[in-house]
């Protein structure tokens, strides 16, 4: 169980385009879903708290306008990185908490997204 | 804020032997600390946790101390094989409320058969 499926694994895209990731918890609900994005032998840079309903929290620093993010159903919420630069390329990864378990405060997370822009 | 340090970022074993890694926390209010093991290309994958009520937990060849005097928490991993080779990251998590977790810089361990 706790299964967290992120789509798609690897992205190349022009600059000025905008790319969407999706992440989807597949065996449970989660209210909550978390943006990270991680560079090369760093560790994770939490980028905002997607809140199912509602809009979501970004951490300092993160420009919610670049980084649009989705959170419409309790199983679904998606990272729009619109008009992408190669400073933007990077691994995106997101994670999921179980609402029927957010006491516990566990995080499942999904295999990442490498977005690579060119 | 909120602050995790980790130690060592690199580790280097002979397969068969332990390995400790060392996590310190800022925040006391820190009720929550879980460790991941990432390989490469993948995201993490949560391996071990331990909260605050709990001195120690263990899992076949892994287990977690903590202690809250002091705050810091360490993982260790004992006969260790090749497989066991990856990036670990250790967390802690302040608040059930957010959920948010703060990572720790990560530890890359080769164990060398």
């Known amino acids: 169980g706790a299964v967290v499926s992120q789509h798609p694994s690897r992205v190349i895209c022009k600059s000025g385009t905008s790319v969407k990731i999706e992440c989807r918890s597949l065996d449970f609900q989660a209210t909550t879903m978390f943006w990270y994005r991680q560079f090369p032998k760093k560790s994770l840079m939490l980028m905002a708290t997607?809140?199912?309903?509602?809009?979501?929290?970004?951490e300092q620093g993160v420009e919610k306008d670049k980084f649009l993010i989705n959170h419409a159903s309790l199983t679904l919420s998606t990272l729009t990185v619109t008009s992408a630069h190669p400073e933007d390329s990077s691994f995106y990864i997101c994670s999921a908490r179980d609402r029927l378990m957010l006491t516990k405060n566990i995080q499942y997370f999904g295999a990442g997204t490498r977005l690579s822009v060119l | 804020g909120e602050n995790v340090e980790q130690h060592p970022s690199t580790l280097s074993v002979q397969e068969g032997d332990s390995a400790v890694i060392k996590c310190t926390y800022s925040d006391s209010a820190s009720n929550y600390f879980p460790w991941y093991k990432q390989e490469l290309g993948k995201g993490p994958q949560l391996i071990i946790d331990i909260r605050s009520n709990v001195g120690e937990k263990k899992d076949q060849r892994i287990a977690v101390t903590l202690n809250k005097t002091a705050k810091h928490f360490s993982l260790h991993i004992t006969e260790t094989q090749p497989e066991d080779s990856a990036v670990y990251f250790c967390?802690?998590?302040?608040?059930?409320?957010?959920?948010?977790?703060?990572f720790g810089q990560g530890t890359t361990l080769q164990v060398k058969p």
């Open positions: 997607s809140n199912e309903g509602s809009k979501a929290t970004y």
């Open positions: 967390a802690a998590s302040f608040s059930s409320n957010t959920g948010k977790l703060i």
